[in-house]
């Protein structure tokens, strides 16, 4: 920003663990808007601190947020299981599943579910461990709140009975914080751990019944109030395009055949809607859009020699 001409402290980058914005800041008649990555918390207090104090400000602020998902793969009985497994093990596990397009939630059909189990002994070959060693699939998580929340998840489901862990489940912060990759199995759909963000490598399974695939796509949407990223797995091509129009609201960036992890940067704008945020296309022209303030010109060259319209003569 500065080598594009911008002077110091126009633009200020603001990282922090927990509440940073006080009064102080959402007060000033200068603030011009908040881009915001973090909790869904946090961004609405910004918001309601915002909003009142809304008439302080020279002009109306921007907001833009990402606020995390509830990412899901939803498979149909036609899919490719190959694809199911390998896609699903690498969004919900590399970088330990704190990516927030991560997958942490799968849905799959009961006469797919005995070949889908081939996901536990994919899980089985990844190697945890040291970053420097380069067959490391992935490695510890990144702090011990992070650890601390990501095991409370994992003994909830050890508690369950509606739920169980058939693969990892183990947490070790001896050297480093490292927990394993771990799949757990759920009766109930609605369960929170099918819910809530963990933003870890948990990965919770509902086996639907085939002749329910229908309620099983209502329960993507409404399991959940995020809208990040989503995947549909299938090769009935007219399956993909009904999953297409009633998953519309579920993701912000939908994957068919694919991982919900495959945005890249200057090629797939990202962001979601609904709890994910603003949706606002981070890497799209969209983007940019949101903080520039447009001005229309005109210019005219015919004098205006009459004040009465020429109907009126």
């Not at 922090?16 to 000033?28: L, N, Q």
């Not at 797995?233 to 609201?249: C, G, P, T, V």
């Amino acid at each position: 920003m500065k080598e594009a001409g911008l002077p110091p402290g126009v633009v200020n980058f603001v990282p922090a663990d927990g509440p940073i914005f006080g009064d102080t800041v959402t007060s000033s008649p200068y603030l011009a808007g908040i881009n915001f990555t973090g909790s869904v918390a946090t961004f609405n207090r910004l918001w309601i601190q915002i909003g009142n104090n809304i008439n302080n400000y020279l002009n109306f602020p921007r907001l833009i947020g990402e606020c995390g998902g509830k990412n899901y793969h939803f498979v149909h009985a036609s899919a490719d299981v190959n694809s199911v497994i390998n896609g699903t093990i690498r969004s919900a596990f590399e970088y330990s599943g704190q990516k927030c397009s991560a997958c942490s939630r799968l849905y799959v059909p009961e006469s797919l579910w005995p070949e889908a189990k081939g996901l536990l002994e994919t899980r089985n070959s990844l190697k945890i461990g040291d970053v420097a060693e380069f067959d490391s699939f992935s490695s510890a998580v990144i702090d011990q709140k992070a650890f601390k929340r990501i095991k409370s998840y994992i003994e909830f489901a050890k508690q369950s009975s509606d739920l169980k862990i058939i693969a990892g489940g183990l947490c070790d912060d001896k050297i480093g914080y490292f927990i394993e990759p771990t799949i757990v199995l759920s009766k109930n759909p609605t369960n929170k751990i099918m819910q809530e963000e963990i933003f870890g490598p948990v990965l919770t399974v509902f086996v639907y019944k085939n002749n329910e695939t229908e309620n099983a796509l209502d329960l993507v949407g409404s399991s959940t109030p995020y809208a990040l990223t989503g995947a549909v797995f299938a090769q009935d091509k007219q399956f993909l395009k009904h999953a297409l129009e009633k998953l519309k609201y579920t993701a912000g960036n939908f994957y068919l055949n694919d991982k919900s992890t495959g945005s890249v940067v200057a090629q797939q704008p990202f962001g979601g809607s609904r709890m994910s945020g603003t949706n606002d296309k981070a890497g799209s022209p969209h983007y940019i859009l949101r903080w520039t303030s447009p001005q229309s010109i005109k210019e005219t060259f015919v004098p205006l020699n009459d004040v009465k319209y020429k109907y009126m003569t």
